[in-house]
């Protein structure tokens, strides 16, 4: 009977915490396939979900029952996201795309009203994405109703983390939005399943199933489309070469038929539209290779390139495993299918960072350009760690004694191409070369560096005289990209009008809004618990930045990093249920110390002791250990409250300005994450001395 009673009294709570979490995931995940933008303002919709979340905690005291909304507004959501390419909002920005690399639509002729048309759709979705987590955040508060207070909250990050690794394994299984949105409604369904609202979670079903193309594939990390790719010669004739990959809506790669016969076969107007970068190093250098390196694999064009020049063995390293599986089954090539391909799904730089890959004749860096973030917790492009000074400096201590680095990048503006040569430059020592690749795409440039790209020999060779592209790479001047510095797209370090601009409107609307809540329930700011909030987002999201250098970017290292995160919560629950940890203000001096010693040491970057095992797993413990003092803080003051629901709700508003603190780092750098961090725990240490002596 008591484990009836039990069932009864958490089984509310159980399912909205997974679903929570679990819609969160979802809401990121789909919209950025396919509303661009939300490529480029990755956490937007995060920092909307912590806020309607917070929001709707604090009003469960009011019981307005907002919750029996959310059908219709998990419905509107699910009806925005996939009507979007026949709504012509796929591509909508309010940005110049050459200037941020987004691919997307400007009209130029009419720049203001292009830039209010595409922060009104922003600022508009985000609303719409928080009125969704109001709801869920009003049901989850009143779930709080009557339980103790951190056997509660350990049941809310219990199965918070149960959604986490459900959606995990759903990408990993490749399945797309209309099974996404079945496991909510199945997890909806106790709640509404008497209710006319069947209706509509019935058609937010069935609204991606009707309208998602079946020939649409879903990897981990893309919406995947696979079409023909044809070239139209001057006599009107149409010539399929192989096919294009679109990733998210954009024809980012594609597996390309540039067999020597087939290619010498086609009308020579044809010829020259062929992407030709894969051939570069090979013109210059001729088959001399016989062990090379392929980073950023993708479908196999450069691994093809490689067989094609009698290359004996080729490591290709995909960080996608659908990429590689389309180039596996599309490749006229046939590329991964030789004895002499080794494929390594893996991230690019993780790769690098072992010492066991080397003895490289050559390692391509090939368009590993992603257009996308690397989790929901950063805003950092993919592909930036694999561009930056320390990366090239890892790749040079690959090489064999006369191996050459051949770096592929494809520019808008010239300051994107002087930043990655410069930070070439930097990590090689002599200038690198950097040629146009021949044909109709002058934009796609290969730099040449490393021990056997000799400036002083290479001038002298026919097809470097012939395709200089000096005239692009400036006089060193742009700041290049580092570890703690990896923002290829900014300009210049600082808070670019893109950014800043939709803070100020998304920071204005919550401000109003939770003005708004505080008159309703009459409750009063609790500081504490926001700033906590604030500051735990800071730590994540510095965490998640920082073990991505250590283990990789991929999306088992990102729900690795943010299911530890809540393991170390549920920990410090226990330490405070149990009455291990008591002393406020020793937790708060062991999480200044922790901070401050990952500042000084940088545990990203230092190897500890010889062992990399070990020498890894340390560095992971010292990265984790201010997480877990940061849990026992919130889980001490949580404990203490006469009002749950309001105090997690002020403390994932909290969280939502930690998200737009994160911002800092364009201008200070990752590790000075951590001084932010600090400053926003001192303020909550501040205020909780003011209490206490009151």
């Known amino acids: 009977m008591n484990q009836i009673i039990n069932v009864r009294k958490y089984g509310p709570l159980v399912?909205?915490?997974?679903l929570t979490l679990y819609v969160e995931l979802v809401v990121i995940r789909w919209l950025s396939s396919e509303v661009l933008i939300f490529a480029y303002f990755k956490n937007f919709p995060l920092l909307a979900a912590f806020f309607g979340t917070g929001v709707g905690c604090i009003l469960a005291s009011k019981s307005r029952n907002y919750f029996r909304f959310t059908p219709l507004l998990l419905l509107s959501i699910v009806a925005l996201i996939t009507l979007a390419r026949w709504g012509g909002y796929t591509h909508i920005t309010f940005v110049d795309p050459f200037e941020n690399y987004l691919l997307g639509e400007f009209n130029f002729d009419h720049p203001f009203i292009q830039t209010v048309k595409g922060m009104g759709a922003v600022l508009a979705i985000f609303c719409l994405v928080a009125a969704l987590f109001v709801s869920l955040g009003e049901k989850l508060g009143e779930s709080f109703r009557g339980l103790p207070t951190l056997p509660a909250y350990s049941v809310n990050v219990g199965f918070s983390l149960v959604g986490i690794i459900l959606f995990a394994l759903l990408c990993r299984i490749s399945s797309g939005p209309t099974i996404w949105v079945l496991v909510a409604v199945g997890f909806l369904l106790p709640f509404f399943w008497k209710s006319w609202s069947l209706a509509f979670l019935a058609s937010g079903i069935l609204l991606p199933l009707w309208l998602t193309p079946q020939t649409v594939l879903w990897s981990p990390y893309y919406r995947v489309e696979v079409s023909t790719a044809e070239l139209r010669g001057q006599n009107g004739v149409v010539y399929p070469i192989g096919y294009d990959v679109i990733l998210n809506h954009d024809g980012m790669e594609g597996a390309y038929n540039y067999d020597n016969k087939f290619v010498q076969s086609l009308p020579s107007d044809i010829r020259y539209q062929l992407t030709d970068y894969y051939n570069v190093p090979y013109r210059i250098f001729g088959p001399r290779f016989k062990k090379i390196l392929v980073l950023g694999a993708g479908v196999g064009n450069d691994v093809a390139a490689a067989l094609r020049n009698d290359v004996q063995?080729?490591?290709?390293?995909?960080?996608?495993?659908k990429i590689v599986d389309?180039?596996?089954?599309?490749?006229?090539?046939?590329?991964?299918?030789?004895?002499?391909?080794?494929?390594?799904?893996?991230?690019?730089?993780?790769?690098?960072?072992?010492?066991?890959n080397n003895g490289y004749d050559m390692i391509v860096f090939g368009a590993l350009d992603s257009h996308i973030a690397f989790s929901s917790m950063s805003s950092i492009r993919l592909d930036n760690y694999v561009y930056t000074i320390e990366s090239f400096q890892d790749a040079l201590r690959r090489l064999s004694p006369n191996g050459i680095l051949a770096v592929t990048f494809y520019c808008y503006k010239t300051w994107q191409i002087e930043r990655v040569f410069n930070a070439l430059w930097r990590a090689n020592g002599p200038k690198p070369i950097v040629v146009h690749s021949l044909g109709l795409w002058k934009n796609n440039l290969v730099m040449l560096g490393g021990p056997g790209a000799i400036r002083e020999q290479l001038e002298a060779q026919s097809y470097v005289k012939e395709q200089r592209a000096d005239?692009?790479?400036?006089?060193?001047?742009?700041?290049?990209?580092?570890?703690?510095?990896?923002?290829?797209?900014?300009?210049?370090?600082?808070?670019?009008?893109?950014?800043?601009?939709?803070?100020?409107?998304?920071?204005?609307?919550?401000?109003?809004?939770?003005?708004?809540?505080?008159?309703?329930?009459?409750?009063?700011?609790?500081?504490?618990?926001?700033?906590?909030?604030?500051?735990?987002?800071?730590?994540?999201?510095?965490?998640?930045?920082?073990?991505?250098?250590?283990t990789g970017a991929t999306w088992v290292v990102n729900t690795y990093v943010i299911s530890a995160a809540l393991v170390m919560i549920l920990l410090a629950n226990v330490a405070v249920m149990k009455g291990w940890v008591t002393s406020v203000p020793a937790s708060f001096a062991a999480l200044f110390a922790s901070i401050l010693l990952d500042w000084y040491l940088r545990f990203n970057t230092l190897q500890l002791v010889r062992s990399p095992v070990v020498s890894l797993t340390l560095d992971l413990i010292f990265l984790a250990l201010p997480i877990f003092f940061a849990g026992i803080l919130?889980?001490?003051?949580?404990?203490?409250?006469?009002?749950?629901?309001?105090?997690?709700?002020?403390?994932?508003?909290?969280?939502m300005v930690g998200g737009v603190l994160e911002y800092c780092s364009m201008a200070w750098g990752i590790n000075n994450l951590n001084l932010v961090c600090l400053a926003v725990y001192a303020a909550a240490a501040l205020f909780t001395y003011r209490q206490s002596t009151r």
Do not use: C, Q
């Open 15 to 18: 399912l909205i915490s997974f």
């Open 313 to 321: 063995t080729i490591d290709a390293v995909e960080i996608d495993p």
């Open 326 to 356: 389309i180039g596996k089954g599309y490749h006229a090539e046939a590329p991964y299918a030789s004895p002499s391909v080794h494929i390594h799904v893996a991230d690019a730089r993780a790769f690098l960072r072992d010492p066991n």
């Open 471 to 550: 005239d692009l790479i400036g006089d060193g001047s742009v700041e290049p990209t580092s570890d703690d510095w990896p923002f290829l797209y900014l300009r210049k370090r600082g808070f670019p009008f893109s950014y800043l601009s939709m803070l100020i409107l998304i920071l204005g609307f919550s401000y109003v809004t939770i003005r708004h809540t505080r008159y309703v329930t009459s409750s009063r700011f609790d500081w504490v618990m926001f700033l906590v909030g604030a500051g735990f987002m800071l730590l994540e999201t510095k965490v998640l930045a920082k073990v991505a250098l250590l």
């Open 634 to 655: 919130f889980a001490t003051f949580f404990n203490r409250t006469a009002s749950p629901s309001s105090a997690l709700g002020y403390n994932l508003l909290g969280v």
